[in-house]
């Protein structure tokens, strides 16, 4: 059974950074790409970023590129989401996602097989 747990949300300031951590387990970690993903408040699930199985491809939002940055540590079995200056847009439930794959191709990226259960980002002025 797989288990994607969250962890690093919190309230925080315009400006602050902040680093997400997402803990798996149930599946050979370093066998799947991965990927964060977000929902604000009266919005969709908007997809953010996802790393390849060995971390050593990345691919970002047009709208969150030179402020997110994903990484994984495999011998953790976690993945990571690093924001910088925090806006108040990034209000939000993070979650990661795990695919099947090694990596992700473009039409595979919004289906993912396995879901967190989320971690609330509040960005306050």
């Known amino acids: 059974q797989v288990q994607l747990v969250e962890s690093g949300g919190g309230l925080v300031q315009v400006g602050d950074a902040l680093k997400l951590s997402c803990a798996a387990s149930?599946?050979?970690?370093?066998?799947?790409?991965m990927a964060w993903f977000r929902q604000a408040p009266g919005k969709e699930r908007e997809f953010l970023a996802h790393i390849n199985w060995s971390g050593a491809t990345t691919s970002y939002a047009d709208s969150v590129k030179g402020r997110f940055t994903i990484s994984r540590d495999n011998a953790k079995n976690t993945v990571f989401l690093q924001i910088l200056s925090l806006k108040s847009e990034d209000t939000a439930i993070y979650y990661c996602a795990m695919y099947h794959t090694l990596w992700v191709s473009p039409e595979a990226v919004a289906t993912p097989a396995y879901w967190g259960q989320g971690t609330r980002v509040t960005v306050s002025s």
């Open positions: 149930g599946r050979t970690f370093s066998q799947h790409a």
